[in-house]
């Protein structure tokens, strides 16, 4: 009778722990076969391919893993798989950004070449930027509810994870870029 106790307690404390870990992910393996599936040709094509994956299961197949697998190690690791080698165009105001993702971050290039690293050193939980061989740090995420970041002027700034942290950040940078100026 204990014997059975325990094993159904270890069971559903297994079971609790996956059904309410709000791993729901990014579905990257998905998003790549969407993204593929709508590049295929014209809108009617691509509706026949999708149609066929969709009787042939491979977006049920994809929806399965990541929402099983993949997603559930992104949830805890922290990394996507499937993530790096994503790569996206982003338009700008004043030119045009290839985005890549990375295992530790991002890099960005520019319509010229000209181009950066977003690094994340998860051991100390910092973003910095590098640019050739100079690494320079951007913030550091120091618990669930606050950012340390790293300004140009060589100060530190406690910003809350917030949209009132995010705004005075801005307020500071607006300031000191308007101080600069001068």
Do not use: H
């Not at 690494?135 to 300004?151: C, E, F, G, P, R």
């Amino acid at each position: 009778m204990k014997k059975r106790f325990t094993t159904v307690a270890i069971a559903s404390v297994i079971l609790c722990s996956v059904l309410f870990s709000s791993c729901i992910g990014s579905f990257g393996l998905s998003n790549k076969l969407y993204d593929w599936n709508k590049s295929v040709g014209s809108k009617f094509v691509n509706e026949l391919v999708f149609f066929a994956m969709v009787v042939i299961p491979v977006y049920e197949v994809t929806l399965l893993v990541d929402g099983i697998v993949l997603n559930s190690i992104e949830f805890w690791s922290g990394n996507n798989p499937v993530a790096a080698g994503d790569v996206k165009t982003i338009k700008g105001e004043k030119d045009t950004f290839r985005v890549e993702t990375l295992a530790n971050g991002y890099n960005i290039q520019n319509s010229t070449g000209n181009e950066i690293n977003l690094v994340l050193d998860q051991e100390t939980n910092t973003w910095s930027v590098v640019v050739k061989d100079m690494s320079i740090k951007l913030l550091q995420i120091t618990d669930s509810n606050n950012a340390l970041v790293y300004l140009a002027n060589g100060k530190e700034m406690k910003v809350p994870l917030s949209e009132a942290g995010v705004l005075a950040l801005r307020q500071v940078t607006e300031n000191a870029s308007f101080v600069a100026a001068k």
